[in-house]
């Protein structure tokens, strides 16, 4: 086992000294859709557009750190237990993700031409929750208790957890590009405007003290934004980091 352990460090460590430093920026286009409490969900109509950009810290040719913006129109139309339901918000989504290269890759390098890859890290997205009684009380198991939750609409940050996969082509000595599809788990129910329809509170019978037991929101969130985008990639001068020695040992 530590012939293992002694190996695998090795192997980590070279993969560092051999490795170039290097840093990219790029803009990223695309669609984005969503997935939740909602069903029968009319695809056509909820696929909208999303732009973004971010900028990459590559440690090596395998691994890197990514700084991520991306903003568009989350939205659909579809049902929610037999009820029509329908959605449209501009989503704010900040994510910092730990990118792995299946093979070597550097922007502008003719040696490593390609690769697939992987990423996955935290993130936030921000949006407008909107609270409309009227389109929800059909919907909602108990409005008695629900309602008294004080809900109101507002501005929501919710935590994220991102991650995805991709592949990216070199085009020239500065320029990549990329296509990637990503997933984000919001840790919010809010995403859709539907909080948890089925929250209700029931006195458990088989509790002799009768006492009350609650459904609560936070343990079920089932909202999801999702994207499919491309990358334009460029690579940035650090010339105290480029290093031809370096290259040649990709």
Known sequence: MKKVVTVFLLVWMTNFVFGQ???????????GTYAGDMTKVDLGKSI???IGAFARYNFNPRYGIRLGLMD???GATGEYESNPWEFSKNVLDLSLVFEFNFFRFIVGNKETPYSTYLFGGLGMQIFKYN???ALLSPVVINWSDYSARGLSSGTVMAPTIPFGIGMKVNLSKKVALGIEGSFRKSLSDKVDDLDDPLYHKYVDTANPNGLPVSYI???HNNDWTMYLCFNLVWKLNLSKLDCPVNDKKL
């Open 21 to 31: 430093a290097t840093l990219d920026v790029g803009i990223t286009g695309g669609a």
């Open 48 to 50: 909208n557009p999303a």
């Open 72 to 74: 568009g129109n989350i």
């Open 131 to 133: 609270y409309d009684e």
């Open 217 to 219: 929101d936070e343990q």
